[in-house]
């Protein structure tokens, strides 16, 4: 274990996302109450809202993916997505409309997926192959410590501030600043691939695009089946806003809040302990089995009529769909080279956030046709799907030697 954290980096880049957690759950937590309540914003509005910009932030991993293998950086876009991030933060307090809140929200997340893809490859160089499961778990587990943490501040503040929406929306800003500032701590990359060396050898830019379109080549049929089953099993995942509202129909809003603090807790209690036992065991194992409980988890929800069952619920089916994306990342970090990584990740991130889109889309027309145990029953049936396809992800584990 003391191997794992020898290099400083790893520990920066954690430390940066405890911050960044920390104020997307301080402006998220209540986003979708403050839509509702103070905009008048209805159920499909607000899921379609938080599936659009998840989606278009993911297309923006893809972009920036791709410009961090091409020059092999990565400390400059995450530093760039930090500033955008709180740069924007401000400008929540100044925005009436549902329409100006969606622009806001874009930027905001344009920022956060600008440093995924660079984070997540320099995550995976800054590990052991045996380790990587444990490396982004440690990184998740960080993060969601600070969206915990997030949500805590974010429920007093609105309780001694008498719910004022704005204040809390002024103080996301803090931990933004906090973030940005650990990242400058990132130390130079020192790690190189024969691409990359190859690349900073060709001085002609089109000898450069050459060498670069060529390494594209190397994403294989194993790497789409991956992307495909992590899809699939991410549309089977309800949607947070959503979540919040569902409590708020059961409880007081502010308390309706805490929602998130369990999507939190359930990601911190799995993520990094899972993550050190699947590097120990089968990974496709542990994904199905984390199936299993997310279905039970909406199940219980489904058939809940009380604010802590729904708690329960929301813990282990957070929890599980975090488990479930380290793994799917250990096992493109293993099928993928360091000079195709980011730009693998930007297209896994770019998938999940498709899937996203189509999976809060859904929910939210279910909720709005059927209530919500018709949304409930449509993560169940596709999660239990998702377990059928087991079997062809555990044959491309075994292929990339990731099992």
């Known amino acids: 274990m003391s191997r794992f954290f020898e290099k400083n980096n790893l520990i920066v880049i954690a430390v940066s996302m405890l911050f960044l957690g920390m104020s997307t759950r301080m402006l998220y937590s209540h986003l979708a109450l403050y839509l509702k309540f103070e905009l008048h914003a209805s159920l499909i509005q607000i899921s379609l809202i938080e599936g659009c910009v998840e989606f278009l932030s993911y297309l923006v991993r893809v972009l920036f993916g791709l410009i961090s293998d091409y020059f092999f950086t990565r400390k400059i876009w995450i530093l760039s997505g930090c500033a955008v991030v709180l740069l924007i933060k401000p400008f929540f307090v100044l925005l009436n409309g549902v329409g100006e809140i969606m622009c806001a929200a874009f930027v905001d997340r344009f920022g956060t997926g600008m440093q995924i893809c660079p984070r997540d490859a320099l995550t995976a160089e800054c590990s052991a192959k045996n380790q990587y499961s444990t490396a982004f778990g440690f990184v998740k587990s960080l993060k969601t410590i600070g969206s915990i943490v997030g949500v805590m501040l974010a429920v007093a503040i609105m309780y001694f501030s008498g719910e004022n929406y704005r204040m ?13 500032l650990a990242v400058t701590a990132i130390r130079p990359d020192k790690s190189t691939t024969k691409t990359t060396l190859q690349m900073n050898n060709q001085k002609n830019p089109r000898q450069r695009i050459g060498v670069f379109l060529t390494s594209l080549r190397h994403f294989n049929r194993d790497f789409f ?3 495909i089953s992590a899809g699939i099993c991410r549309m089977g995942f309800f949607g947070e806003s959503l979540l919040v509202l569902r409590a708020s129909d059961i409880t007081f809003n502010n308390f309706a809040a805490l929602t998130t603090l369990f999507v939190g807790v359930g990601q911190i209690i799995f993520a990094y302990p899972m993550g050190i036992w699947a590097d120990k065991t089968n990974k496709t194992h542990i994904i199905g089995i984390s199936l299993v409980i997310s279905i039970v988890a909406h199940i219980s929800m489904m058939l809940c009529d009380n604010i802590y069952t729904l708690f329960v619920g929301i813990f282990f089916s957070s929890g599980q769909q ?62 239990c799907y998702g377990l059928l396809l087991c079997k062809q992800i555990r044959q491309v584990s075994e292929h990339a030697g990731a099992v």
């Open 225 to 227: 089946i991956l992307l």
């Open 168 to 180: 809390l929306f002024l103080c996301s800003t803090v931990p933004a600043l906090l973030s940005l």
């Open 322 to 383: 975090a488990v479930i994306q380290t793994l799917f990342l250990s096992i493109i970090s293993s099928n993928v080279g360091n000079d195709l990584r980011a730009t693998a990740f930007g297209i896994f991130h770019c998938t999940m956030g498709a899937a996203y889109l189509i999976g809060t889309g859904v929910c939210g027309l279910l909720c709005e046709g059927w209530g919500y145990a018709g949304a409930f029953l449509y993560c169940i049936i596709v999660n």
